[in-house]
């Protein structure tokens, strides 16, 4: 989803490359079934890609049972 609405190569790659991906690629996912714009998803997927930038988020190899 992030690849149809970032078109910007090196904005992109910011995105694929930071942490929580499959995350947030599937909560713009959502939204885009709710019918929101592309601007809109956009502005959310920036938002979410600075939130685990600034919180230092990182994916988890596994989690505790």
């Known amino acids: 989803m992030l690849e149809q609405i970032?078109?910007?190569k090196?904005?992109?790659l910011r995105h694929l490359e930071?942490?929580?991906?499959?995350?947030?690629e599937s909560y713009v996912t959502y939204l885009?079934?709710?019918?929101?714009s592309r601007g809109?998803?956009?502005?959310?997927a920036d938002n979410l890609l600075?939130?685990?930038?600034?919180?230092?988020?990182?994916?988890?190899?596994?989690?505790p049972d």
């Open 6 to 8: 970032i078109l910007r």
């Open 10 to 12: 090196f904005y992109l």
């Open 18 to 24: 930071a942490s929580l991906l499959k995350e947030r």
């Open 32 to 36: 885009h079934g709710k019918g929101l």
């Open 40 to 44: 809109t998803l956009l502005s959310v």
């Open 50 to 63: 600075r939130i685990v930038q600034l919180l230092d988020l990182k994916d988890r190899e596994c989690y």
